[in-house]
């Protein structure tokens, strides 16, 4: 098939139609984009439209072909369009595209993800990430009785209510921490604290104790750009919600299946009570998951009180693209290659930063890495946003302009798939080489 079979655009648009996706989209959809990021606000500047993805590379409607970090935000682990992926779920496509009744890539998927990750004995499937921390929530409060929830600052658990207080990149970005349209009684209901601050933690769980039901938390956060966990953090907030009778909620959307097999509790041996998945499981389809200890799955509908349900969830064609992600994947072996392809990437932007005499941190772990203007990684959101985001926004609009797409936010994780082999990697760097002796 040519491309031009598949193109978006029809033959009136031509040139001048490219141009005005813009206009036409800003007309219609508040910032001319279904989710907030996407409109460069963060950056300044025209986002371009997409035509197609091709392995590390985007082409746009104008046929420029972009070197892709963004990579969708964390789902594409394979790079874009897979030719594994592409198969099932065309050929899932051809089956139906949904059907309101289980269908067996469901029991699969959630097979395949149970053996990756022991602390999720079962698990419900949902549309997004969103959904399961929401759904989380629910399963904590109703397990313990209990009705506070503990966060930290920086970290996104996705746009519901009680998760949208100080709720890093995209609300971060547009300098609007907290929501309009939050209720201040639901928003009291919601603690957030300083990550990688246990200190804080020990008197709020000295104060509170009895009234928390979970701690939610990133295990590596990457919403305020990838900030790792300080030795010790992780495993105090196990030990302090144990002991306080409170759950501990795992949000790895975006660490699931991309710092390693067994996700950032894999990497860091720990067990969280509940676990939440999206982006990878889903391989750009709208898929996500909760799950963790058999007991407290038991509490979800039909078998329990906690009612949660989605006509979609499930779908045969997500389920069929993301068991074939993870099947490609195939086990840990794969993020050995994908870390050294980030290591390679984060070393050479280190160099040059030393080279160009420009202050860089170049935080990574598994397929995820930020590229912070400051002379240390942050520990922390109010660390994040004390680096230098001027210089970022010049970054960004540098890296653009050699055919590199940076995330277009200094508080976004970037993304290497295995997608990006060693000349991807070389030209980034030869980019990043240019952009920093300009800043
Ligand atoms: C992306 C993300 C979410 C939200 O997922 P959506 O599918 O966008 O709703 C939640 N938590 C984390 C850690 C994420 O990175």
């Not at 200890?293 to 069929?320: I, K």
């Amino acid at each position: 098939m040519s491309s031009s079979q598949h193109s978006n655009l029809q033959p009136t648009e031509g040139a001048a139609g490219a141009d005005a996706w813009g206009p036409r989209g800003r007309a219609l959809m508040p910032g001319g984009v279904s989710s907030p990021v996407r409109s460069f606000k963060g950056v300044g500047g025209e986002p371009f439209f997409v035509e197609r993805g091709e392995g590390p590379y985007l082409v746009d409607v104008r046929g420029r072909r972009l070197l892709d970090f963004v990579m969708s935000y964390g789902p594409l682990i394979l790079g874009h369009a897979p030719a594994p992926v592409v198969a099932a779920a065309s050929a899932a496509v051809a089956r139906g595209l949904s059907f309101g009744a289980p269908n067996p890539d469901e029991v699969r998927l959630a097979e395949r993800i149970v053996s990756a990750m022991p602390a999720v004995e079962r698990l419900r499937f949902v549309n997004s990430g969103t959904e399961a921390t929401m759904s989380a929530l629910r399963v904590a409060r109703a397990a313990t009785g209990r009705r506070l929830v503990v966060k930290f600052s920086g970290c996104y658990h996705g746009h519901h209510d009680s998760l949208l207080i100080r709720a890093g990149s995209g609300a971060a970005t547009l300098g609007v921490p907290d929501s309009a349209g939050v209720p201040a009684e639901l928003a009291a209901l919601t603690v957030s604290l300083p990550y990688n601050d246990v200190e804080t933690v020990e008197r709020l769980f000295a104060e509170r104790g009895s009234e928390i039901a979970a701690v939610i938390v990133e295990p590596v956060a990457g919403n305020m750009g990838t900030v790792l966990p300080a030795p010790g953090f992780l495993e105090s907030l196990v030990r302090l919600a144990r002991a306080a009778g409170a759950l501990v909620v795992f949000d790895e959307v975006m660490t699931g299946f991309r710092v390693g097999w067994g996700g950032a509790q894999g990497w860091r041996g720990l067990t969280p009570d509940l676990t939440c998945l999206a982006k990878v499981i889903g391989a750009g389809m709208p898929v996500g998951a909760y799950g963790g200890r058999s007991d407290l799955m038991e509490l979800v509908a039909p078998e329990g009180p906690v009612y949660q349900a989605g006509t979609l969830s499930g779908n045969p064609v997500a389920m069929a693209a993301g068991l074939a992600q993870l099947t490609a994947i195939g086990g840990p072996d794969f993020y050995e290659d994908l870390a050294a392809r980030t290591e390679a990437l984060a070393q050479g932007l280190e160099v040059l930063g030393a080279r160009h005499r420009v202050p860089v941190a170049v935080p990574r772990v598994g397929g995820m890495m930020t590229l912070f203007f400051a002379d240390q990684a942050p520990q922390s959101m109010a660390e994040a946003e004390a680096t230098d985001r001027e210089r970022f926004r010049r970054f960004f609009h540098g890296m653009l302009g050699e055919g590199v797409f940076w995330p277009p936010s200094p508080f976004e994780t970037a993304f290497v798939s295995a997608a990006h082999d060693e000349r991807a990697i070389a030209s980034a760097l030869a980019a990043a080489d240019k952009v920093l002796a300009s800043l």
